[in-house]
């Protein structure tokens, strides 16, 4: 139990995601209360509210609400259908980032998802510090904003998350579970439901604390299992671990500029090296790649992509950089300077599932799939893991 009182468990909630997703992708619809969800049809639509931003929840529209309602209730405000494939690819996203903190990454939802940072303080630092850092990157890469909740178990890190929506950061240190609780309604624990929390009022408890003082015995006899259930949740009792090692479906390296870049070598070159990055990052997971994506940030944070999908899989620094670079090459930015880049290689594939390398005819040169390419990328990668990250591309030296 002592060793479980030392874990560092966070739960990371994305805010309002369908509908931040929105504001991000229409400059235009922010600040305005924006509903995700079925056509409302002036008030006479069926179906529900999937999502509300939070200038929508103002005026009393929350998710599961009929979309009826909700028009009724702001009848001004931007009504879209939701975009489960945009939703998906920036959550994909999302664990990617929190996968650099963690290999123990448990998502719940698209937009939700546990991470055990146990023993990664040298790394990081305390869990102020780690919080701030895992919000941080979610914001930069994605230009969203997500709420963390940081604790000794998952049941407390996931009531933390929602205390201080949205943009929030609430941390229960150890020790002081009890004391966190006791003052918080009794809905807020894991598998209270509605019913439940109504049983509970009509016995005169109101608050987590008034579970935590009576016997679990008197608990199990009220409500059985899910009494005892409720007993130890509410005396900050959760063992159960961050399960399912989160498998990424991509991998992508960014670089946001210090000011925004307007030279057309200085990002070629750019491209260069993220391309190099995730080369490296896709061979040491031992997969291959078939689409090369390109995400540009211009000034303003008005944000693109563009993919290409190869004939073949591919994990070399060569074949994802002329990717790339013919994605921006051919990108029109309007003149305008650039914020930030990133290479994303997805569609992966195990090198073992990959199929027989197809073989360069003569024998000569170093063509796309010739065996002496991935070897002569092998040999890069070993000298780095040997000799540091100073070990580089003859290319990559005039950065």
């Known amino acids: 139990m002592d060793a479980l009182c030392h874990r560092t468990i966070l739960h990371v909630d994305m805010d309002a995601f369908y509908a931040a997703v929105e504001q ?46 909700a028009y009724r209730l702001c009848p001004d405000a931007v009504f879209v259908y939701p975009r489960m494939e945009r939703y998906c690819e920036l959550s994909e996203e999302i664990m990617e980032i929190l996968g650099g903190f963690s290999p123990l990454v448990e998502k719940l939802s698209v937009d939700e998802a546990f991470l055990d940072c146990t023993g990664t303080k040298r790394l990081f630092g305390p869990p102020e510090k780690l919080g701030a850092a895992v919000k941080a990157a979610i914001r930069e890469r994605t230009g969203l904003t997500a709420s963390v909740g940081i604790a000794t178990n998952k049941s407390i890190a996931k009531i933390a998350s929602d205390l ?20 918080l309604p009794i809905s807020c624990l894991w598998g209270a439901g509605k019913k439940t929390v109504q049983y509970l009022h009509s016995l005169n408890l109101q608050r987590v604390g008034d579970i935590a003082a009576l016997s679990i015995e008197v608990l199990e006899r009220k409500l059985g299992k899910i009494g005892r259930h409720l007993w130890y949740l509410a005396n900050g009792i959760d063992e159960r671990p961050v399960t399912g090692e989160y498998e990424a479906k991509s991998i992508g390296e960014e670089l946001t500029y210090e000011k925004d870049e307007e030279d057309g070598a200085v990002m070629e070159a750019t491209l260069l090296e993220l391309s190099d990055r995730v080369a490296r990052r896709t061979r040491k997971s031992n997969v291959r790649g078939r689409t090369i994506t390109l995400k540009i940030r211009l000034e303003g944070f008005e944000t693109f992509t563009r993919s290409k999908t190869l004939e073949r899989a591919v994990n070399d620094m060569f074949s994802i950089r002329d990717a790339a670079m013919e994605l921006f090459r051919r990108f029109n930015r309007g003149g305008k300077k650039v914020r930030l880049l990133g290479v994303k290689i997805s569609n992966l594939e195990r090198r073992g599932d990959c199929g ?31 000799f540091g990250s100073h070990v580089t591309r003859a290319s990559l030296l005039g950065k």
């Open 24 to 69: 991000l992708d229409h400059p235009e619809y922010r600040g305005k209360p924006v509903v995700v969800g079925a056509d409302p049809k002036a008030g006479t639509g069926r179906g529900v509210v999937s999502a509300a931003s939070y200038e929508a929840r103002k005026f009393g529209i929350h998710s599961a609400l009929p979309i009826s309602k």
């Open 356 to 386: 027989p390398e197809q073989q360069n005819l003569f024998g000569v040169g170093i063509g796309l799939d010739h065996p002496r390419k991935e070897k002569i990328e092998e040999i890069l990668d070993g000298l780095k893991d040997d």
């Open 164 to 183: 201080q929506k949205p943009d929030g950061l609430t941390i229960c240190p150890s020790g002081s579970e009890s004391e966190f609780l006791a003052p």
